[in-house]
């Protein structure tokens, strides 16, 4: 038998459940366990996105790429503690001079560079300020986001109309291009973050709760679709007591 999405407005869990079996399938990998700091941010960022909250994933993976090269420039040996280490980790009120400081240190080059130059000006920049609104219009254009667009919605192929009803709106992110825009920028922040990890040493942080680990291992290790979030949820409950077999 074949079936059909049917889901009447008011079936909110049907929504979110269309959500994660669409949206399931762009999530990347889990990044290395080294730190909650790093990982919870990760796990908050894939699973926004999975639900369809796309600007809090871009806002999410944001944080973290600054937390991520911040933590990086500071100590590529031991992990820096958030606590220890906050006035040296944010002494730099803004990420241009940290971006300058990863470059001189070889830790950034070429197009990497250009690339973390891109996110902060157009990404960090607009988060930062409140201006989330323009984000999708300032990004168009940019060489370095340029997968994080339909090609229909460039600006040469836009009319006015679409321009200011859809591509500037305040409810653009929940559209189509919110999602093709947190899910390329997701690609890309997998991709930073990792390089960026290779070139440490750091050792797994195991002095914080281990069942954040686990939480985030779970995450990742499950097959996100309609039918297995259906199954994990009929088997999340079970009859209690004597009575129950």
């Not at 958030?82 to 803004?94: D, G, Q, S, Y």
């Not at 409140?130 to 997968?147: E, S």
Request: net charge negative.
């Amino acid at each position: 038998m074949l079936e059909v999405w049917a889901i009447d407005r008011k079936n909110a869990a049907g929504m979110l459940a269309c959500s994660i079996d669409l949206n399931g399938a762009d999530l990347p990998p889990a990044l290395p366990w080294v730190e909650p700091s790093i990982n919870n941010l990760w796990l908050e960022a894939c699973n926004s996105h999975l639900c369809g909250n796309y600007q809090a994933s871009i806002i999410s993976t944001s944080v973290l790429l600054e937390l991520a090269l911040r933590m990086v420039v500071s100590n590529l040996e031991d992990i820096p503690s958030i606590r220890e280490n906050h006035a040296e980790l944010f002494e730099r009120k803004t990420l241009a001079p940290v971006i300058n400081l990863a470059k001189s240190k070889g830790i950034l080059s070429g197009d990497s560079k250009k690339w973390w130059e891109a996110y902060c000006d157009h990404i960090r920049n607009k988060i930062c300020h409140g201006d989330l609104l323009h984000i999708l219009d300032d990004c168009r254009g940019v060489p370095q986001f340029a997968d994080y667009f339909d090609p229909m919605e460039s600006r040469g192929n836009l009319t006015q109309y679409s321009y200011e009803y859809v591509v500037t709106h305040p409810a653009a992110f929940h559209h189509k291009s919110g999602r093709r825009f947190s899910a390329h920028f997701l690609r890309d922040a997998y991709n930073r973050l990792s390089d960026l990890i290779k070139l440490t040493e750091w050792a797994e942080y195991g002095e914080w709760w281990e069942s954040q680990k686990t939480a985030y291992d779970s995450f990742f290790a499950f097959h996100w679709n309609y039918s297995t979030l259906k199954n994990g949820v009929q088997a999340a409950r079970k009859p209690f007591g004597s009575s129950a077999k």
